[in-house]
Protein backbone atom coordinates (compact mmCIF):
# COMPACT_ATOMS: atom_id res chain seq x y z
CA UNK A 1 0.00 0.00 0.00
CA UNK A 2 3.06 2.60 0.64
CA UNK A 3 3.65 1.61 -3.05
CA UNK A 4 0.74 2.70 -4.10
CA UNK A 5 0.42 5.97 -1.37
CA UNK A 6 3.87 7.07 -3.56
CA UNK A 7 2.88 6.81 -6.66
CA UNK A 8 -0.30 8.34 -6.68
CA UNK A 9 1.39 11.42 -4.35
CA UNK A 10 3.75 11.58 -7.51
CA UNK A 11 0.89 11.34 -10.15
CA UNK A 12 -1.36 13.88 -7.77
CA UNK A 13 1.95 16.54 -7.94
CA UNK A 14 2.69 16.02 -11.46
CA UNK A 15 -0.81 15.36 -12.42
CA UNK A 16 -0.65 18.07 -16.30
CA UNK A 17 2.62 15.85 -16.52
CA UNK A 18 2.09 12.38 -16.04
CA UNK A 19 -1.58 12.87 -18.27
CA UNK A 20 -0.08 13.22 -21.73
CA UNK A 21 2.34 10.63 -20.99
CA UNK A 22 -0.41 7.92 -19.59
CA UNK A 23 -2.39 8.71 -22.46
CA UNK A 24 0.04 7.64 -25.13
CA UNK A 25 1.43 4.62 -22.51
CA UNK A 26 -2.19 3.31 -22.15
CA UNK A 27 -2.91 3.83 -25.51
CA UNK A 28 0.13 1.60 -27.11
CA UNK A 29 -0.54 -0.61 -24.51
CA UNK A 30 -3.84 -1.23 -25.42
CA UNK A 31 -3.52 -1.39 -29.15
CA UNK A 32 -0.47 -3.83 -28.69
CA UNK A 33 -3.24 -6.02 -26.86
CA UNK A 34 -5.67 -5.21 -29.52
CA UNK A 35 -3.23 -7.05 -32.10
CA UNK A 36 -2.55 -9.90 -30.54
CA UNK A 37 -6.84 -10.70 -29.87
CA UNK A 38 -6.68 -9.99 -33.35
CA UNK A 39 -4.37 -12.37 -34.40
CA UNK A 40 -5.33 -15.35 -32.64
CA UNK A 41 -9.21 -14.40 -34.05
CA UNK A 42 -10.07 -17.20 -37.11
CA UNK A 43 -12.91 -16.65 -38.70
CA UNK A 44 -14.94 -19.45 -36.90
CA UNK A 45 -13.33 -18.35 -33.26
CA UNK A 46 -13.30 -14.17 -32.73
CA UNK A 47 -12.32 -13.37 -29.40
CA UNK A 48 -15.50 -10.70 -28.87
CA UNK A 49 -15.42 -10.07 -25.54
CA UNK A 50 -11.10 -9.84 -25.02
CA UNK A 51 -11.59 -7.10 -27.39
CA UNK A 52 -14.31 -5.33 -25.85
CA UNK A 53 -12.86 -5.72 -22.69
CA UNK A 54 -9.97 -3.90 -24.28
CA UNK A 55 -11.40 -1.07 -26.03
CA UNK A 56 -13.90 -0.54 -22.29
CA UNK A 57 -10.96 -0.32 -20.24
CA UNK A 58 -8.84 2.03 -22.41
CA UNK A 59 -11.84 4.21 -23.23
CA UNK A 60 -12.98 4.32 -20.12
CA UNK A 61 -9.20 5.93 -18.47
CA UNK A 62 -9.52 8.31 -21.52
CA UNK A 63 -12.88 8.94 -20.88
CA UNK A 64 -11.93 9.77 -17.17
CA UNK A 65 -9.36 12.10 -18.09
CA UNK A 66 -11.86 13.79 -20.97
CA UNK A 67 -14.39 14.20 -17.86
CA UNK A 68 -11.64 16.14 -15.37
CA UNK A 69 -13.33 13.45 -13.29
CA UNK A 70 -11.06 13.55 -9.45
CA UNK A 71 -7.16 12.70 -9.79
CA UNK A 72 -7.77 9.27 -7.58
CA UNK A 73 -10.30 8.13 -10.14
CA UNK A 74 -7.85 8.89 -13.07
CA UNK A 75 -5.20 7.47 -11.25
CA UNK A 76 -6.98 4.11 -10.24
CA UNK A 77 -8.40 4.17 -13.71
CA UNK A 78 -5.18 3.99 -15.29
CA UNK A 79 -4.03 0.95 -12.95
CA UNK A 80 -6.40 -0.81 -14.65
CA UNK A 81 -6.72 -0.22 -17.86
CA UNK A 82 -3.01 -0.88 -17.44
CA UNK A 83 -3.40 -4.56 -15.53
CA UNK A 84 -6.32 -5.37 -17.90
CA UNK A 85 -3.69 -4.81 -20.92
CA UNK A 86 -1.13 -6.69 -20.15
CA UNK A 87 -2.77 -9.93 -19.14
CA UNK A 88 -4.52 -9.82 -22.24
CA UNK A 89 -1.39 -9.09 -23.70
CA UNK A 90 0.15 -12.29 -21.56
CA UNK A 91 -2.83 -14.53 -22.23
CA UNK A 92 -2.60 -14.01 -26.15
CA UNK A 93 1.08 -14.57 -26.49
CA UNK A 94 1.22 -17.37 -24.85
CA UNK A 95 -1.86 -18.92 -26.74
CA UNK A 96 0.07 -17.55 -29.96
CA UNK A 97 3.51 -19.43 -29.06
CA UNK A 98 1.85 -22.24 -28.13
Known amino acids: MN ?3 N ?3 DFNDNYILY ?3 SIILQSC ?3 IAAMFILMNSTATSFHFFQLTLCVVVSM ?3 AAIFAQLKNKFVFNSLIVALVVNIMLIIVNVWIYMS
Do not use: A, D
Open 7 to 9: LFK
Open 60 to 62: SYN
Open 29 to 31: IGS
Open 19 to 21: IPL
Open 3 to 5: TYN
